[in-house]
């Protein structure tokens, strides 16, 4: 089994978070048991006060390189294991849905990595929404995590849509039932952040929503850059 190396793996990566969720609930139950989700910190924990989004950028594409790091050593190891496999692409499928193949913000909160909040965006403990996402498909059986079913956001925060500049957000708060649609108007999102593909020759990152979450934004342990 390849868990005990999956494990001794993230040993070695003390701040990045991970779970496994069995696959029961999605489309791809019939191919692959489980999946496992990993969370990568941003180098640097933006607030609103020192936010830049080439900054934001920047800690996307640190975050990426140490994701793509890791999935190639797991790939390592699930290979070694001759243990199927899917490592599900980032992008969404089209302009039209803004929706990938497969979510990896469902697969955190049903491993029990965060809550989605009101920013439609994953909240975990430790970061807050401050974290990359990845995840693996794995036909085997994992221990899973306890999953999230509702929004922990206090009642009372509306920190990140007061800072949405399309006011996209809808002060919603999550329960596993709920859809996309009515916690963040996506098109809404979308279409400010393509705004930019002229200027930046790419969409605006945009992390306002992710750098005001309070969760996160002190008491954090020292992270790598
Ligand atoms: S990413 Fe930016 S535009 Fe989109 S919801 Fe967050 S703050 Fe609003
Ligand atoms: S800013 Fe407040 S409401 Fe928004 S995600 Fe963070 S805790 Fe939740």
New binding site residues.
Partial sequence: MPEKEIRKLFSEYPDILYGFTDLSYCSYKNSYHSALVFAVPYGKQLTPENYTEEEFEQGIQTARSRLETVVAQIEQILQKHQTKYWVPPVAQENETELRALFSFKTAAARAGIGWFGK???IITERYGPRVRLSAILIDAVFPYGRPFTACRCPENCTE?ID???????KNVRWTLEKDRSEI?DYQ???R??SAFIKKLGRK?S?????A?CPFGMSGQEPLRS
């Fill in positions: 920013n439609d965006v990140c800072i949405c500049p399309c006011k996209a957000l963040i809404k999102c979308n400010m952040r605006s945009c992390g306002l929503c992710l005001a």
